[in-house]
C-alpha cells in the first residue's frame, strides 16, 4: 500500500492497519501527519478488501495530542486552519464505511484521547494513561472532546476530566465506559485483531448499515434517527447476505457471506 512518513498504512485478511510512526514525540499531531492520515483514510474508505481498520500508535503511546513546539510557531488563523484539519480527520474516522477499533498501547493524551473518541471501539493496555488535560495548559480540547466524551460516558463524569484536567488509569476508564476492554501491556493489537475478526464474521453490509445507523443516528431526534435506522435495516432485507444468514439459520449451518 501506500507509504507515508509519519503513519504506516497496511491490510492483510480483511482488517486494515494504521499506525501513528512519530514515536520519537509520542505521535504527536503535526501538519504532516494531519494531511497523510486524511489521505490514508479516503484509501480505506476505498477499499472494499478492507471491513474492519485498527489505529494504534508505534513504539510506547498512543498519541501525546498535538505536536507543542510546531504550534508554538503558529499564528492564531494557522492553528484555526490545523485544527480544523484535524477535525475533518475525526469527522472522517466517524463516517468511514468501516468500523474502527482504537488499540491504545499506551499513553493518550489530549489530542490523542480526542482521537480515540471518534473510534467505534476502544481497546487499552493496562496502565495506559488517558487525559483532557487541556485546563492547565490555559485551553480546552479543541478537537470534538467537549463533546463526544459527554456523549459516551455521560455529562457528571465528563465535566469532571475536562474541569480538572484529571489523568485516569485504563481500570477507571472501563469502569466508567471510556473503553470497551482493557488487555495486558503488549497485547492491544492482538485484542483488536480479535475483536476486528468477530465483526467480520458477520455479513458486511449489515456491519456498515448498523455502524451508519448509530453515527447518524446520535445527531438527530429520537424518532428520526429510529426511522432512518428503520431505512438502513430495510436496506439488509434486499442483500443476497441476508438470505444467507437466515438460510444459514434455518439449516443450523455456519453463514458465508459474500457482502452482497
Known amino acids: 500500500m501506500k507509504e507515508y512518513k509519519t503513519i504506516i498504512l497496511e491490510k492483510k485478511d480483511g482488517i486494515g492497519y494504521i499506525t501513528l510512526n512519530r514515536p520519537e514525540v509520542f505521535n504527536a499531531i503535526s501538519q504532516e501527519l494531519i494531511d497523510e492520515f486524511s489521505d490514508a483514510l479516503d484509501t480505506v474508505n476505498k477499499d472494499y478488501e478492507i471491513q474492519v481498520l485498527i489505529l494504534t500508535g508505534a513504539g510506547k503511546g498512543f498519541q501525546a495530542g498535538a505536536d507543542i513546539r510546531e504550534l508554538s510557531m503558529m499564528t492564531p488563523m494557522s492553528i484555526l486552519r490545523w485544527?480544523?484539519?484535524?477535525?475533518?480527520?475525526?469527522?472522517?474516522?466517524?463516517?468511514?464505511?468501516?468500523?474502527?477499533?482504537?488499540?491504545?498501547?499506551?499513553?493518550?493524551?489530549?489530542g490523542g484521547l480526542e482521537l480515540a473518541l471518534s473510534c467505534s471501539i476502544r481497546i487499552a493496555v493496562a496502565g495506559a494513561k488517558l487525559a483532557l488535560p487541556e485546563v492547565k495548559l490555559g485551553i480546552i480540547p479543541g478537537t470534538g472532546g467537549t463533546?463526544?466524551?459527554?456523549?459516551?460516558?455521560?455529562?457528571?463524569?465528563?465535566?469532571?476530566?475536562?474541569?480538572?484536567?484529571?489523568?485516569?488509569?485504563?481500570?477507571?476508564?472501563?469502569?466508567?465506559?471510556?473503553?470497551?476492554?482493557?488487555?495486558?501491556?503488549?497485547?492491544?493489537?492482538k485484542a483488536a485483531e480479535e475483536m476486528a475478526r468477530k465483526i467480520m464474521a458477520n455479513a458486511p453490509i449489515a456491519v456498515e448499515m448498523c455502524k451508519d445507523a448509530v453515527e447518524i443516528g446520535m445527531d438527530l431526534p429520537l424518532e428520526q434517527a429510529i426511522q432512518y435506522s428503520q431505512k438502513n435495516c430495510i436496506t439488509c432485507f434486499s442483500t443476497e447476505d441476508m438470505k444467507e444468514g437466515t438460510g444459514a439459520f434455518l439449516e443450523k449451518r455456519k453463514p458465508n457471506f459474500k457482502g452482497k
Open 83 to 110: 485544527n480544523e484539519g484535524v477535525l475533518r480527520n475525526h469527522a472522517k474516522l466517524e463516517k468511514l464505511r468501516q468500523p474502527v477499533i482504537a488499540a491504545i498501547n499506551g499513553l493518550a493524551m489530549g
Open 147 to 189: 463533546q463526544r466524551l459527554p456523549r459516551l460516558i455521560g455529562k457528571g463524569k465528563a465535566y469532571e476530566l475536562l474541569l480538572t484536567g484529571d489523568t485516569i488509569t485504563t481500570e477507571e476508564a472501563l469502569n466508567i465506559g471510556l473503553v470497551n476492554k482493557v488487555v495486558p501491556k503488549g497485547e492491544a493489537l
